[in-house]
């Protein structure tokens, strides 16, 4: 295939747009914790001084909108006025209406509460079987982001951005080509002073040095000073960052947002289960490379399409693959929210840093491999 590249972006939990996917999932654990079925579609637009919550939710909870909407901006690090957004003084507007009573039947129905393609991916590239530049980008962007919030820098700022490239040879990763680093901070730290704590202390101590070359093309705030961010520089909306959210340009994307849905909405619940399908393919060696896709119709208890792709490094028929699969995985909507136990507060967690690759989540676990391999013997 000789040589190409891919490439991945990571913003930090204080980017505006990775806020409000924060904000809006914080929101939706709120209602799951008081009430499991609570059905809630929540869009989050922050802006200067202003934090603007709609959607639609039904249920038979209580949640203080405002008060996790402050608690989770603060929390993130707006909390001085300097920065032109902060949790104290920022407006929280609200317009919230009860959900649809047709999207109500289709649902009851043991329907999708929406109409969604979703894909699921996995290779050998990571101990987690995600792909290389993602999980490097959200690996430098998080380290910012823990460094500032433990207090090891008490010069930065929320907000913040990774972009970088990664090399690749006949499907093998080779080296990092280009990585940009963007990090908020105080107006009275100097560039110098602040490009090198980034090199040192997180690029060189997260990127892996057999992926640095003589070449490699590192830059760090390459347009300068970055003192005004966040909100108060670029409004922030839910669902806008989800190439990011998912496996950078390595994979489909289905082309739905995660954040502030909850599970019956099959391009979240539906997303999440293509994924641990196609990391059990890899994970017990049919392929090196596979991704899931399947499609979904509002109110329809079954999937409608479903196919794999294993990109040529499969050891078994990818038919067999897929029958297995269909077998071992439940894939009506109803039985991924109970297979998957996705009526639990567990999506905050999710917001930032990717939706996949984090062990801690059901959609990660192996559970199923000795299943799968009992009806794919080689």
Known sequence: MGRYIKMAESPTEGHPDKLADLIADALLDEFLKKDPYSRVSLEILLISGMTFVSGHVSTESYVDIPGVVRSTIKEVGYNKPEYGFDAD????????????????????????????????YACTETPNYMPLPISLAHAISKKVSDMRKAGKA??????????????????????????????????????????????????????PQDLLQKDTRIMINPSG?????????????????????????????????????????????????ARMMAKHVVACGFAKRCMVQMAY?????EVLAFDVET??????????????LLDVFPTGPKKIIDFLDLRKPIYKKTACYGHFGKEDLSWEKLTKVEDLKSRLSL
């Open 89 to 120: 003084t920022s407006a929280v507007i609200t317009s919230i209406e009860e959900q649809s009573p047709e999207i109500v039947l289709g649902i009851s129905s043991e329907g999708a509460g929406d109409t969604a393609t979703v894909v699921g």
């Open 154 to 207: 008490p010069f930065l700022r929320p907000d913040g951005k990774v972009l970088l490239t990664v090399v690749y040879e006949d499907d093998k990763p080779l080296f990092l080509k280009d990585l940009v680093v963007f990090v908020q901070h105080d107006p009275d730290v100097s560039l110098d002073n602040l490009r090198e704590f980034v090199h040192e202390e997180v690029i060189k101590r997260v990127v």
């Open 225 to 273: 000073r970055f003192v005004l961010g966040g909100p108060a520089a670029d409004a922030g909306q839910t669902g806008r960052k989800i190439v990011s959210d998912a496996y950078g340009d390595v994979a489909y994307s289905g082309g739905s947002a995660f954040s502030g849905k909850d599970p019956t909405k099959t391009d979240r619940s539906a997303s999440y289960l």
């Open 297 to 301: 119709a509002f109110g329809v208890s």
């Open 311 to 324: 990109y040529g490094t499969e050891v078994i028929d990818k038919e067999r693959i897929k029958s297995a």
